[in-house]
């Protein structure tokens, strides 16, 4: 911010700053109590455009690696999608800023 000397013009000038959104990583976790058919469902059903054979393979990654990110981006979306997952019976790890 510049300011001039009393009895002269005074300018302020703004200084512009970009912050990128935040965004988050929604990732689901292996347990003992799901099977692959409700993840399947539940993943076609909460997360846009997800495909079937897209979600059997999150699925298989859960169960052979114990977590999967199934979803990626604005914080905001990312609560939603993991506080449905979560709401359906997903055992879900905790958001993940990215």
Same mark, same amino acid.
């Given at each position: 911010?510049?300011?001039?000397? !009393? &009895?002269?013009?005074?300018?302020?000038?703004?200084?512009?700053?970009?912050?990128?959104?935040? #965004?988050?990583?929604?990732? @689901?976790?292996?347990?003992?109590?799901?099977?692959?058919?409700?993840?399947?469902?539940?993943?076609?059903?909460?997360? !846009? &455009?997800?495909?079937?054979?897209?979600?059997?393979?999150?699925?298989?990654?859960?169960?052979? #690696?114990?977590?999967?990110? @199934?979803?990626?981006?604005?914080?905001?979306?990312?609560?939603?999608?993991?506080?449905?997952?979560?709401?359906?019976?997903?055992?879900?790890?905790?958001?993940?800023?990215?």
């Amino acid at each position: 911010m510049t300011i001039s000397s !009393p &009895g002269s013009t005074s300018l302020l000038e703004r200084e512009r700053t970009t912050q990128r959104y935040p #965004q988050a990583r929604v990732i @689901v976790l292996d347990d003992d109590v799901n099977t692959f058919q409700h993840v399947v469902d539940c993943l076609r059903r909460i997360i !846009p &455009g997800m495909s079937e054979d897209k979600a059997w393979d999150l699925a298989n990654r859960v169960d052979s #690696q114990g977590a999967a990110e @199934v979803w990626s981006g604005p914080l905001e979306q990312a609560e939603l999608y993991h506080q449905q997952l979560s709401g359906e019976g997903l055992t879900m790890a905790p958001l993940e800023r990215c």
